[in-house]
């Protein structure tokens, strides 16, 4: 029996890539809450995320060529973002799930931290008296973040935001077959 009429897996890349970008996503998480959250500050938190969220894009691009090759060259839209998707399903779900761990169990001053990050940034922009708005904001909005339905709120908002950059990732890669191979 020839290897090669095998059955292509469509779903062995995007899974493997889930798996991998999902555990690089936890090893960022730790090191940054563990050693870079307070000393880059706010603008620094979001620097970070903004480049974490490339690195993930890109990553996520290279999976969607890999099952193009894999494909033979040639990938429709609907098979790319469906990989994408897949890969984006396993990714948030990993990420989710060890964050709220992370957060809860194994760094339990996290949200303090996040806080008084939030607190002396509104300060260092308006004093006293932003300070204090700024406390009871932060206290609210730490409250709503630490419960299982702001975790879910951030899973499906991830969900949603790492599919628009999904269907623009899926937009490169697509190929169609020519006419004349079809």
Known sequence: MDNTTQEFNRFSIPLKWGLIIGLVS?????IYGLFIMQSLGMMG???????SFIIFMLLLLYMATEQRKAM???????????????????????????TYI?????????FEKVRD??????????????????????????EKQKGIGGTMIGFATSIILYSLFGFIIAAIVKRNKPEHLA
């Not at 938190?45 to 480049?51: A, D, E, H, R, T």
């Open 26 to 30: 936890m090893f960022i998480t730790t």
């Open 45 to 51: 938190m979001g620097i970070f995320g903004v480049v």
């Open 72 to 98: 033979g060259g040639y990938i429709t839209f609907r098979e790319a973002f469906s990989a994408i998707f897949v890969s984006i399903l396993i990714i948030v779900s990993i990420t989710t799930v060890y």
């Open 102 to 110: 992370y957060t809860h169990f194994i760094d339990d001053t996290y």
């Open 117 to 142: 990050m939030s607190v002396n940034m509104a300060a260092s922009f308006g004093g006293d008296e932003a300070r204090e708005a700024a406390e009871a904001a932060a206290d609210e909005q730490m």
